[in-house]
T-cell receptor, first 114, second 114 residues
């Protein structure tokens, strides 16, 4: 496999459920990112991990809990979400943090909260 | 603070016509600039990037962009639109001040008429 793989591609959950999104990158990168993409809003950076350490939490509600066990894997644990959390969640990776490094994106998980 | 403005949330062209998607940026330091494309139900794919080596940057799928410092612009062009170019296009900026963030514009949806 190559690139950035996200699973599942689609997820429907109730507000009281607990679920996790998974991201895996096969590019040898050491920085990983979670973004939220909502309709009619700019792409929102949620979390950044660099060498497995979280370096940014962009004021994300605690009902979103990221985990980065190694540089190749990134998870987003979800619990007691709200309807406004319905969105496309994108994972990305880059070789290094810092300017000029392009980020490579997965195809996203389309999340729908009932 | 850095910012990106994409003029026009929707652009419609005829097949074979010139494509011009506008991007203006604001940055206090020399920027790195990127164009990404997003096809339906997919993540963002890097089209091209500017990292100060040359002001005219060629990307994939026949796209190119020109960095104009005096106009703080990085417009994306393609001489002849193809139906397969229909997608959403995002301009993004980062700086070289140690920031790993990509600041994205709000996107421009390109429609190609037969």
């Amino acid at each position: 496999e190559t690139g950035v793989t996200q699973t599942p591609r689609h997820l429907v959950m109730g507000m009281t459920n607990k679920k996790s999104l998974k991201c895996e990158q096969h590019l040898g990168h050491n920085a990983m990112y979670w973004y939220k993409q909502s309709a009619k809003k700019p792409l929102e950076l949620m979390f950044v991990y660099n060498f497995k350490e979280q370096t940014e939490n962009n004021s994300v509600p605690s009902r979103f809990s990221p985990e980065c066990p190694n540089s190749s894997h990134l998870f987003l644990h979800l619990h007691t979400l709200q309807p406004e959390d319905s969105a496309l969640y994108l994972c990305a990776s880059s070789q290094l943090t810092g300017g000029g490094q392009p980020q490579h994106f997965g195809d996203g998980t389309r999340l729908s909260i009932l | 603070a850095q910012s990106v403005t994409q003029l026009g949330s929707h652009v419609s062209v005829s097949e074979g016509a010139l494509v011009l998607l506008r991007c203006n940026y604001s940055s206090s330091v020399p920027p790195y600039l990127f164009w990404y494309v997003q096809y339906p139900n997919q993540g963002l794919q890097l089209l091209l990037k500017y990292t100060s080596a040359a002001t005219l940057v060629k990307g994939i799928n026949g796209f190119e962009a020109e960095f104009k410092k005096s106009e703080t612009s990085f417009h994306l062009t393609k001489p002849s639109a193809h139906m397969s170019d229909a997608a959403e296009y995002f301009c993004a900026v980062s700086d070289d001040g140690g920031s790993y963030k990509l600041i994205f514009g709000s996107g421009t949806r390109l429609l190609v008429r037969p």
